[in-house]
């Protein structure tokens, strides 16, 4: 009996890829804010449930970045979810301290996006991207926050641009292992293994 299991990373990125794409819309302010709340279950179980179990099944395959940024990824989402249910059903108060208290989340998510995107330059450029592009959604989202909404507009949109890339990803890794041939590329790494040694490939 093997114990193989399929790739979990194209899972996670759709996961993360849908829910981002939705609730861009509203933080660019193209969808009213009134309607914000379709995001919060499609981030508990998708964005959030799915996406952590995929970080939970990387940790089997071995992958330790896949692992962390599904996990933390899946985690933020639920969290969320949960912090958009207690406000709305009266189990949390922010009160005046609300977009400062949003403000100080999303700034410590830009730094914990901020060193996985350095980690990303080993991976390929299509996970390289995403994470570019999150991080500086992230500290857009907080300048939204914390000085003025226009920031956080511009972080809308660029969070369509983020999710866009994360779905071609997932896509990619989908087809290409259903295919078991390169149809969609991803890129090499950024930041080429060989160079960094030096050591050419003909010498390993």
Not at 59 to 69: E, H
Not at 71 to 94: D, N, V
């Amino acid at each position: 009996m093997s114990n193989e299991i399929a790739d979990p990373a194209p899972l996670g990125l759709g996961g993360f890829a849908l829910t981002t794409f939705v609730l861009s819309f509203y933080n660019a302010g193209i969808m009213p804010a009134e309607g914000a709340a379709i995001v919060a279950p499609l981030a508990l179980f998708y964005g959030g449930l799915a996406q952590f179990m995929s970080g939970m099944w990387e940790f089997k395959t071995g992958n330790t970045f896949g692992a962390t940024a599904f996990t933390s990824f899946g985690a933020w989402w639920m969290f969320y979810a949960l912090l958009e249910y207690s406000l709305f059903l009266g189990w949390l108060e922010l009160g005046d301290a609300h977009l400062m208290s949003m403000g100080l989340v999303l700034t410590a998510w830009a730094i914990f996006t901020f060193y996985m995107w350095l980690a990303s330059f080993s991976l390929n450029k299509a996970v390289w991207l995403i994470f570019l592009t999150l991080w500086v959604t992230f500290a857009l989202l907080a300048l939204g926050d914390f000085i003025s909404p226009v920031f956080g507009h511009m972080g809308g949109y660029l969070g369509i641009i983020c999710a866009s890339i994360a779905w071609y990803t997932s896509a990619a890794e989908v087809i290409n292992a259903t295919f078991d041939k390169e149809v969609l590329p991803i890129g090499s790494p950024v930041v080429d293994e060989q160079r960094v040694s030096g050591t050419p490939a003909d010498e390993r």
